[in-house]
């Protein structure tokens, strides 16, 4: 019993800041709290992700977010609301973000800090019992905790953006399951950067990023990486792919419909990733809302 909760909590327990690195190739705002809002524009996105396990009850993740600027031009905000469950575990969060653009030239010195709400817990119809005297369920089946996120960015629009962010900035027990459960999650930092080329008049843009995370700065082994470039043909539709340092590759498609974008990202793993001893398959499929942001006149 005990140690098949091990494995899924392997699974499902990251950390809130390895779980934003995922997505960031979708909007910097995931890896960065500080880049909501930095290009002007509302945005609402919806993400459905599947892992491809051999074990039952495969992880599974969605996130629903969205960030817009306001009147005084300086300030935005954002929101983030997560579900992961994996095995029998199933954890789910909310934040709010608080952002200040800070105008440096023809690009923006931008700040972010949310404040969050996490819940970590156990379903019952999931879990097998061979043993009512395990200790794993004499606890509460629940553990709730506030966290913190922190972002700083240097950015222009349609150009660049190249950020510092850590999450996780309040660590604690959250006394869920047993009375010694407590709440590993390291503050993890995310450095991430993109870069857009404009080719063949700006019919094709090329667009790269790539971000660095860890949860111990002090040790360059636990240092991850993940690389992605993009083609936008003449604003309509777009291609790409990536690779991560656990030996995985990405391909990604997907197009626009006046303000509506839709895409597909597969994934897959070579060899023993993760140091699980398989291959998993993971796909997502993204839903973004993007209106231009109209500033109101002087």
Known sequence: MKTKIRICSLLVLVSTGVFAQQFSNHDPYLSNPSLGGYEEMVKIGGLYQ??????????????????SPFNNQRVAGGFKIASQEGGVLQNLSAEATFIYHVPVGGSKLSFGLSGGFNQLQ?????????????????G?????WFNANFGLAFSKVNNYYFGL???????????????SFE???????????????????????????ANVH?????????????VDTKLLFWKDFWIGTGYSDNIT???????????LSFGYIGFYSFGNAGNYGYSSPKHEIILMLKLPYSKPSK
């Open 214 to 226: 860890t949860n111990n700065p002090t040790d360059i082994s636990w240092l991850h990486y993940n």
């Open 122 to 138: 156990l379903m019952n119809d999931r879990v097998h019992v061979h043993n009512i005297d395990d200790p794993i369920l004499q």
């Open 249 to 259: 590759i990405k391909g990604q498609a997907g197009f626009n419909v006046q303000n």
């Open 165 to 179: 962010a850590a999450y996780n900035l309040l660590p604690q027990q959250t006394n869920w399951m047993v009375s």
């Open 183 to 209: 709440n590993r999650a390291k503050i993890t930092y995310i450095l991430s950067g993109m870069y857009s080329f404009a080719l063949l008049d700006g019919d094709i843009i090329w667009e790269v990023s």
């Open 50 to 67: 599947s892992t491809m396990t051999a074990y039952d009850y495969h992880p599974t993740s969605f996130v629903l977010w969205g960030s």
């Open 140 to 144: 509460s089946e629940t553990g709730n």
